[in-house]
């Protein structure tokens, strides 16, 4: 707050603002900044000062109390407004847990509906800090409840703007419904997390539940719910900064990695696996990846990287998990995460090394049909540049919706490694050659056999026989493709300016 101190007396209307403004800081509250301290967290106000510019933070609502009569709280529980995270505007939505264990009232809820609306008409991206405890309950009598727009406004903001949710604590009811439609929600290895806190579960279901029984983070991380878990509330501020970083103008060029240790990554034997993590160390600026729900949907990485200082989406087939094979739960994250990239209009690289979509009767349980379309609908609709770069593996419909031809893709490459199929090869094999096969009555002969064809079939579709077919614009030296890459980027202007939104994104 600027020093305007000067001699002369203050007003009586100035020092009673003055003293308003002044009861709701950490100061003036030493009772909640201890209770903080008790739970190993910052405060809402010093969680806030972290995240943004010096400064640069202005407070809307700071003076709002609770609607009961005989309740107090700073804010009402929730400290707002705009500022600056290295130097871009963004709107902020902090539940503050020492009041009333941060609920969302009358009036918070007021506040909040405006925060959103404010974010909305001036394209601001939104920060929620969600620690709190769901509706008060105290505030069901006061009639403006009712009409509480906050969920509804705030699920407009999808695809207009990013929307980034930190999960420091324990988020139910209202809090984890905002939680659910971020973008990107961050949450910390203890935080707690349910549609329903602990009295409303012993009500409906008769079983006495703490917060951590219900929701642990480790539920949700499993489930996908989570797409970044950190150790600390200090570690949560920092990653929604890198976060947020993605969304802006392209940056300085970063350090490059050395280039050569690329072309080691893949193995010789086509049938060992490798961390496909590498390939994308050895592409991004040194230090700027940002990995999005890693321990869901592991037959695929999604993740936030710099080229050469422009932020770029990447979705890499995983081959350390079913082979690289597409499931249910790759699917959903792999088309969510081409929905952001899209809608921010971030340029995407894939990385293909797949033997196709998963297959079999317990995959179809999980709905693969229609969760696997999901992806080809994302890409197919996407406007952004889309950058293919095949690994080893690119077979049937899993190269099909990973930036293979009918995608056209901005550049479509391959490495010296990369095989081509419209389907396995082993398998194709045992149907063009059924005839054959079948009539070589012993077991070893037809293997020995069978070997013979797919080895002739796998000679045919290397990487430079598919180039000779042209289905690949190039195949290049592994150590090559970070500069290929980022030519191919300086060759795509930049998109037109956008007043509207260019779609929504879905939550899951």
Same mark, same amino acid.
Request: aromatic share 6%.
């Given at each position: 707050?600027?020093?305007?101190?000067?001699?002369?007396?203050?007003?009586?209307?100035?020092?009673?603002?003055?003293?308003?403004?002044?009861?709701?800081?950490?100061?003036?509250?030493?009772?909640?900044?201890?209770?903080? #301290?008790?739970?190993?967290?910052?405060?809402?106000?010093?969680? /806030?000062? *972290?995240?943004?510019?010096?400064?640069?933070?202005?407070?809307?609502?700071?003076? *709002?109390?609770?609607? $009961?009569?005989?309740?107090?709280?700073?804010?009402?529980?929730?400290?707002?407004?705009?500022? #600056?995270?290295?130097?871009?505007?963004?709107?902020?939505?902090?539940?503050?847990?020492?009041?009333?264990?941060?609920?969302?009232?009358?009036?918070?809820?007021?506040?909040?509906?405006?925060?959103?609306?404010?974010?909305?008409?001036?394209?601001? @991206?939104?920060?929620?800090?969600?620690?709190?405890?769901?509706?008060?309950?105290?505030?069901?009598?006061?009639?403006?409840?009712?009409?509480?727009?906050?969920?509804?406004?705030?699920?407009? !903001?999808?695809?207009? =703007?990013?929307?980034?949710?930190?999960?420091?604590?324990?988020?139910?009811?209202?809090?984890?419904?905002?939680?659910?439609?971020?973008?990107?929600?961050?949450?910390?290895?203890?935080?707690?997390?349910?549609?329903?806190?602990? @009295?409303? =579960?012993?009500?409906?279901?008769?079983?006495?539940?703490?917060?951590?029984?219900?929701?642990?983070?480790?539920?949700?991380?499993?489930?996908?719910?989570?797409?970044?878990?950190?150790?600390?509330?200090?570690?949560?501020?920092?990653?929604?900064?890198?976060?947020?970083?993605?969304?802006?103008?392209?940056?300085?060029?970063?350090?490059?990695?050395?280039?050569?240790?690329?072309?080691?990554?893949?193995?010789?034997?086509?049938?060992?696996?490798?961390?496909?993590?590498? =390939?994308?160390?050895?592409?991004?600026?040194?230090?700027?990846?940002?990995?999005?729900?890693?321990?869901?949907?592991?037959?695929?990485?999604?993740?936030?990287?710099?080229?050469?200082?422009?932020?770029?989406?990447?979705?890499?087939?995983?081959?350390?998990?079913?082979?690289?094979?597409?499931?249910?739960?790759?699917?959903?994250?792999?088309?969510?995460?081409?929905?952001?990239?899209?809608?921010?209009?971030?340029?995407?690289?894939? /990385?293909?090394?797949?033997?196709? !979509?998963?297959?079999? @009767?317990?995959?179809?349980?999980?709905?693969?049909?229609?969760?696997?379309?999901? =992806?080809?609908?994302?890409? *197919?609709?996407?406007?952004?540049?889309?950058?293919?770069?095949?690994?080893?593996?690119?077979?049937?419909?899993?190269?099909?919706?990973?930036?293979?031809?009918? /995608?056209?893709?901005? $550049? !479509?490459?391959?490495?010296?490694? *990369?095989?081509?199929?419209?389907?396995?090869?082993?398998?194709? $094999?045992?149907?063009?050659?059924?005839?054959?096969?079948?009539?070589?009555?012993?077991?070893?002969?037809?293997? $020995?056999?069978?070997?013979?064809?797919?080895?002739?079939?796998?000679?045919?579709?290397?990487?430079?026989?598919?180039?000779?077919?042209?289905?690949?614009?190039?195949?290049?030296?592994?150590?090559?493709?970070?500069?290929? !890459?980022?030519?191919?980027?300086?060759?795509?202007? @930049?998109?037109?300016?956008?007043?509207?939104?260019?779609?929504?994104?879905?939550?899951?």
């Amino acid at each position: 707050m600027p020093d305007h101190a000067d001699s002369k007396p203050v007003r009586p209307d100035l020092a009673l603002a003055l003293e308003a403004r002044a009861a709701r800081l950490d100061a003036a509250r030493p009772k909640a900044v201890a209770q903080q #301290r008790k739970r190993g967290r910052l405060t809402a106000r010093e969680s /806030l000062a *972290a995240l943004l510019d010096a400064g640069s933070f202005v407070e809307y609502g700071g003076l *709002a109390r609770p609607a $009961v009569a005989g309740m107090e709280g700073a804010a009402d529980g929730v400290v707002m407004g705009t500022g #600056r995270i290295d130097g871009r505007p963004v709107d902020l939505v902090f539940y503050d847990y020492t009041v009333y264990a941060g609920t969302q009232s009358a009036i918070n809820h007021v506040k909040t509906s405006r925060m959103f609306a404010h974010a909305e008409k001036h394209r601001l @991206p939104v920060v929620c800090w969600l620690d709190g405890g769901g509706a008060r309950p105290h505030d069901m009598k006061v009639e403006a409840r009712g009409s509480t727009p906050t969920f509804v406004v705030f699920a407009r !903001l999808s695809g207009l =703007v990013p929307t980034v949710g930190i999960l420091p604590g324990r988020a139910f009811a209202g809090h984890a419904n905002l939680a659910g439609m971020c973008d990107v929600l961050i949450a910390t290895k203890d935080s707690s997390m349910g549609m329903a806190g602990p @009295p409303l =579960v012993e009500a409906a279901l008769g079983v006495k539940l703490t917060p951590e029984e219900i929701g642990p983070a480790s539920v949700h991380v499993a489930s996908g719910v989570i797409d970044v878990l950190v150790e600390d509330d200090a570690e949560a501020i920092a990653v929604a900064k890198k976060y947020l970083g993605y969304f802006g103008a392209p940056g300085p060029a970063g350090e490059a990695p050395d280039a050569t240790r690329l072309r080691e990554v893949v193995p010789d034997n086509p049938k060992r696996a490798y961390n496909v993590r590498k =390939v994308i160390e050895g592409l991004a600026d040194v230090g700027s990846i940002l990995e999005l729900k890693p321990s869901w949907g592991r037959a695929v990485v999604t993740a936030l990287i710099r080229l050469g200082g422009r932020p770029v989406g990447v979705v890499a087939n995983q081959p350390m998990f079913l082979a690289g094979a597409i499931d249910s739960p790759a699917s959903e994250k792999a088309a969510r995460f081409i929905q952001i990239c899209d809608a921010f209009d971030i340029p995407m690289l894939l /990385l293909c090394d797949t033997p196709g !979509l998963m297959v079999g @009767p317990d995959v179809e349980k999980t709905g693969l049909v229609r969760r696997s379309a999901r =992806v080809l609908t994302a890409l *197919a609709n996407a406007t952004v540049p889309v950058m293919t770069v095949v690994l080893r593996k690119a077979y049937g419909l899993g190269y099909y919706i990973m930036g293979s031809q009918p /995608l056209d893709p901005a $550049v !479509l490459l391959a490495w010296p490694t *990369a095989e081509f199929g419209g389907m396995g090869l082993e398998g194709a $094999v045992n149907i063009i050659y059924r005839r054959e096969l079948d009539d070589v009555a012993d077991p070893e002969a037809r293997a $020995v056999l069978h070997k013979q064809l797919t080895d002739e079939l796998k000679r045919s579709n290397t990487a430079v026989e598919t180039a000779a077919r042209f289905l690949y614009d190039d195949v290049i030296d592994p150590a090559d493709t970070r500069d290929i !890459l980022l030519n191919t980027l300086a060759t795509v202007p @930049p998109p037109p300016p956008r007043a509207t939104r260019k779609r929504i994104i879905e939550p899951m």
